[in-house]
């Protein structure tokens, strides 16, 4: 009977515990996790919209960017034109 019952015990648990596990990771692509950089000089209003850990802001028609106060949440277009 130990036997069988320990094969029940291995069946359960490659069975069920699996079937019963938390959320898995979400996997991202390499160009999702690509930072640009912010060219041009961020205010200090703008060092406080910080991006999230997966490089996503919250804002609208903002994208995560990387300057010297951290990576950011710049406005399209505002900070990514290099000054020549």
């Given at each position: 009977m130990k036997p069988l019952l320990l094969l029940f015990a291995v069946?359960?648990?490659m069975l069920l515990l699996p079937a019963l596990?938390?959320?898995k990771k979400k996997k991202?692509?390499?160009g999702e996790l690509l930072l640009e950089e912010c060219w041009g000089?961020?205010?200090a209003n703008d060092c406080t919209k910080r991006?999230?850990?997966t490089f996503k802001c919250v804002y609208?028609?903002?994208t995560c960017c990387w300057t010297y106060c951290g990576n950011?949440?710049?406005e399209?277009?505002?900070f990514f034109e290099r000054k020549k």
């Open positions: 069946l359960l648990c596990g938390g959320n991202y692509s390499q000089q961020p205010k991006c999230s850990r609208r028609n903002h950011i949440c710049a399209i277009g505002k």
